[in-house]
DNA sequence: AGCGTAAGTAATCGACTGATAACCTGTCAA
DNA sequence: TTGACAGGTTATCAGTCGATTACTTACGCT
């Protein structure tokens, strides 16, 4: 857990190719802290690479911040409108929603993604974070809509969303048996996609 | 917005007068920055005390933050347990549902208390933070059950106010106007019950 | 070969944060 | 009056953080 998760081989790389590994690395670290909470030095031990690199690359840690964000909402964003680009694919027939919503459960697999746009959007106190997360909400749920759905639809397919990143972010389906309140509502929530009691 | 907003009388309190009142205070200032983002000092300039003193009065930021978190859930969690044993509350007319929604939208006039919770639920980094944060998901959702929710609708209802947290975090309401997509979703989500471009 | 540039680090700084210690002071009981 | 305790502060510290500077080293090109 200390450094230089996944990328091994930590010789010489393009320039570009860092980049994306100290992103990765990034998003990781951001999904365990949030902004406040996370360091570049975390960061930058997480990808293996020197603190001052890290910020000589992205120039601030705002900015490292609003990169990994934006990426972590593109990401989410392509999910849906990749489902939504299927042949065949009907939001009107129960098994539209229904994909769409596997969609996101998809995501609950790398939860990093999920928690980071949590902290994104829940970092206010920072105007430009704010910002970004207001633009990230708008473009999701803009591609929702064009999926047929009406905006009541969207709103709740959204909200249950927001419910399973503070599950998540919450350890809920860890604690599982802990208690038997929080346990109903854990199961109802993630309904059969209840990630395994795997990885950070 | 410098110190001791609200209380003008800072001369001698009795003790509990005065830990109710940095109390008051750390609420509003962990509302705005979060856990990681707001520091003692902070809290005691809100209250007008020293911030030494704040730290001595709760022992630890951590132990402060607790009380403040728990206190938010307590307040929110009375608010639903209030409309239950209002006479003639019943959960199976339509009217049951909205007013359990207005309790929760009465709720954002004091928002500060929803931001608390909302920090709370998404600071899992910080062990004990996650586990009051379950403690009072818990709490409220089995509030809600017991009023003959069944599971699907408590869940649907908390997803709700999850993203009505979210909204509010980002500045959706105070932003209104600068994206159509933004603005469908916060007006449908907010219903009639948006809050008005009052106080920070 | 050898040099220039890009990749990357070590050293360090100033600001801030949470916490501790030591001190001050108003109020109330005897 | 006086003394003692509760309420409250100033001074200060050690650790951490983001950022800057200056230095080093590997690789590609002629």
Chains 1, 2 share one sequence.
Request: net charge negative.
């Amino acid at each position: 857990m200390s450094a230089d998760d996944s990328q091994e081989p930590t010789g010489r790389m393009s320039a570009a190719d860092r980049r994306s590994q100290v992103l990765a690395a990034a998003v990781q670290a951001f999904a365990a802290g949030g902004y406040h909470g996370t360091s570049t030095d975390a960061v930058a031990r997480q990808a293996g690479v020197s603190q001052p690199y890290v910020v000589r690359m992205f120039g601030t840690k705002l900015e490292l911040f609003l990169e990994v964000f934006d990426h972590a909402v593109a990401r989410i964003h392509d999910a849906f409108a990749g489902v939504a680009a299927q042949d065949g694919f009907d939001v009107a027939t129960e098994d539209g929603v229904a994909q769409l919503g596997e969609a996101y459960t998809d995501l609950v697999a790398d939860q990093a993604l999920l928690q980071v746009m949590m902290h994104g959007f829940s970092a206010g106190s920072v105007p430009e974070i704010a910002a970004h997360a207001r633009t990230g909400m708008a473009r999701i749920s803009a591609t929702l809509r064009s999926t047929g759905l009406d905006d009541d639809s969207v709103r709740d397919f959204i909200a249950h969303g927001m419910l399973l990143n503070v599950m998540l972010a919450m350890r809920s389906p860890e604690h599982l048996g802990a208690d038997p309140d929080l346990d109903a509502l854990t199961v109802c929530t993630f309904g059969e996609a209840l990630p395994g009691p795997a990885e950070v």
